[in-house]
């Protein structure tokens, strides 16, 4: 399993600050910082399950599972899931998803899981659920 997070710095941004909105969402093995062009993005990198813990504790928290599993699902396909958090919220300790584009004003954090069968991620993630409880509780895929 390879997890990849990028968010892009911008020039009016606390770098401190969009760090630690990365990291109320995972734990990364690697961080860095890449420049690309005329920007500079923060990547976090990580290759367990365990990294996304604490994105998998928010989402039964905030009881968000079916609108995190409908966003999850929309940009994902079999060998990859795809999602975009709200970089705002994330420095405040709460788990929004958004679009790729417009609704972060400061930009999103881009989310990608590759190498394990994308089905069972988010079945671990945002299992489906009947009334809001999830059908099903499993283990972080393999």
Known sequence: MK???E???RPTEDEAKVKSALLNIMTPCRLSINERGSSKVLVAEAESPGALEKLHVKLRRQQILDAARAMMLSYSNKDKVLFYLHKQAAFMDVV???QPEGESPLGS???EITGVDAKAVVD???PP???G?????GGPPR
């Open 124 to 126: 671990w993630l945002a």
């Open 3 to 5: 997890i990849l997070a």
């Open 7 to 9: 968010v892009e710095l």
């Open 133 to 137: 409880k999830p059908l099903f509780e």
């Open 96 to 98: 929004a998803f958004c």
């Open 129 to 131: 659920t009947l009334k």
């Open 109 to 111: 954090i881009k989310v």
